[in-house]
C-alpha cells in the first residue's frame, strides 16, 4: 500500500482513548448502492472486512480517532444509504459535514455515471467549503474494470476532488484515502482559526486595548449534535 501523504504529515498512531480530543471531524460517504460504501468504512474504523454485510438502511456511523500535525482528530464517519428511497432522508444528514467521499464501483458503469449526480446533491445540501474525495471502490476486481482511472481523474480534475482508486477486501489505499481527505480539512480548519484570530486582533488594535484569542476547536463551532441515534458503532 502507498503510505505516501501530500500536504501536512499525518502520524499513524493508536490514539489513547482517553487522550483529549482537539477536533471533531464528519465526513459523509455517498454514492450508489452496493459500492462498497459501509465495507470502506469498517476498513477504515476496525480494519476489518465483512463478507456478510447487508445494505444500509437510513444512516449509521462510526468513529476512529488518529493523530494529525500534533493534533487529536475524531473521524465521524457517516454511512448514507444508497437506495432513492432514502435519499430525501439521508440529505439532512450532510448539514455540518466537512469532509465528503463519493463513492463508485469500477466495476459497474452506471455507479460512475451517477457520480455527478452525487456531488450535485451533496454540494446542494452541505456547506460550500467541503472537501470532497472520489473514491473508486473494488480495485482488486481489475480484471473485471469497465470504468478507467483516467475517466475518473478527469471528472475529478474538472470538478476539483481528490481521487483515489482503492479495495475494501484488501484495504489497499483505503487508510491514505482517508487521511489525505482528514488532513486537508485539518488544514482548511487551521487556516480559518487564523484568519479569525488575526481579525479578532486588528479589531482589539482599532480599540486600543488587549485581548487574549481563544479559538475553540470546530466540534464546538461547526459540527451538528448528534442526539437519538437509530444506529452507532463507536
Given at each position: ?119 450535485d ?28 482511472a ?13 481521487f ?71
Amino acid at each position: 500500500m502507498n503510505e505516501e501523504m501530500n500536504g501536512v504529515e499525518a502520524e499513524r498512531v493508536k490514539v489513547n482513548v482517553h487522550e483529549k480530543i482537539d477536533y471533531v471531524f464528519k465526513v459523509v460517504v455517498i454514492g450508489d448502492s452496493a459500492v462498497g460504501k459501509s465495507q470502506i468504512l469498517t476498513r477504515f474504523a476496525k480494519n476489518e472486512f465483512r463478507y456478510d454485510s447487508k445494505s444500509t438502511i437510513g444512516v449509521e456511523f462510526q468513529t476512529r480517532s488518529v493523530t494529525i500535525n500534533g493534533k487529536v482528530i475524531k473521524a465521524q464517519i457517516w454511512d448514507t444509504a444508497g437506495q432513492e428511497r432514502y435519499r430525501a432522508v439521508t440529505s439532512a444528514y450532510y448539514r455540518g459535514a466537512l469532509g465528503a467521499m463519493v463513492v463508485y464501483d469500477i466495476t459497474k458503469r452506471q455507479s460512475f455515471e451517477n457520480v455527478a449526480r452525487w456531488v450535485d446533491e451533496l454540494r446542494a445540501h452541505a456547506d460550500s467549503s467541503i472537501a470532497i474525495m472520489l473514491i473508486g471502490n473494488k480495485g482488486d476486481l481489475v480484471d473485471q474494470r469497465v470504468v478507467h482511472a483516467e475517466d475518473a481523474v478527469e471528472f475529478a480534475e474538472d470538478q476539483g476532488l481528490f481521487f483515489s482508486e482503492t479495495s475494501a477486501l484488501t484495504g489497499e489505499n483505503v487508510e491514505s484515502a482517508f487521511f489525505k481527505l482528514l488532513e486537508h480539512i485539518h488544514t482548511l480548519i487551521s487556516k480559518r482559526s487564523l484568519e479569525s484570530a488575526h481579525a479578532l486582533n486588528n479589531v482589539a488594535t482599532l480599540k486600543g486595548s488587549k485581548i487574549n484569542v481563544v479559538s475553540l476547536p470546530p466540534a464546538e463551532l461547526e459540527i451538528t449534535q448528534i442526539n437519538d441515534l437509530s444506529s452507532c458503532s463507536c
